[in-house]
Nanobody, 126 residues
Framework: QVQLVESGGGLVQAGGSLRLSCAAS????????MGWFRQAPGREREFVAA???????TYWADSVKGRIGISRDYNNKAFLEINSLGPEDTAVYYC????????????????????WGQGTQVSVSS
């Protein structure tokens, strides 16, 4: 069982940056892949980025390519940094954990993740 808690969201001006954190509980955290998703009002939850166990592979959506960094440490934390923020990045950001295959499809599909955090709001003002 893995429990996840996101932090680091807030209000930021367009062009700025944010670093989101995801704190996980559970002794097997290092064996789980970590994903970040976001959901804007009236829209479906969408994939942002993911990192496989021990940081072997990283994946990201085309919408954030070149603007994001994803990482994890060995203290049960994962991180998402987003640069050059725009109003289109306004959303609730969720971290999620999963086991299983290490490929883009599996990491980018919300239904592949059994564990989710409660989300953290990111609002970008123009």
């Amino acid at each position: 069982q893995v429990q996840l808690v996101e932090s680091g969201g807030g209000l930021v001006q367009a062009g700025g940056s944010l670093r989101l954190s995801c704190a996980a509980s559970g002794r097997t955290f290092s064996s789980y892949g970590m994903g970040w998703f976001r959901q804007a009002p009236g829209r479906e939850r969408e994939f942002v980025a993911a990192i496989s166990p021990f940081g072997r592979n990283t994946y990201w959506a085309d919408s954030v390519k070149g603007r994001i960094g994803i990482s994890r440490d060995y203290n049960n934390k994962a991180f998402l940094e987003i640069n050059s923020l725009g109003p289109e990045d306004t959303a609730v950001y969720y971290c999620a954990a999963r086991g299983g295959p290490d490929n883009f499809y599996s990491y980018s599909t919300a239904g592949e993740y059994p564990y989710w955090g409660q989300g953290t709001q990111v609002s970008v003002s123009s």
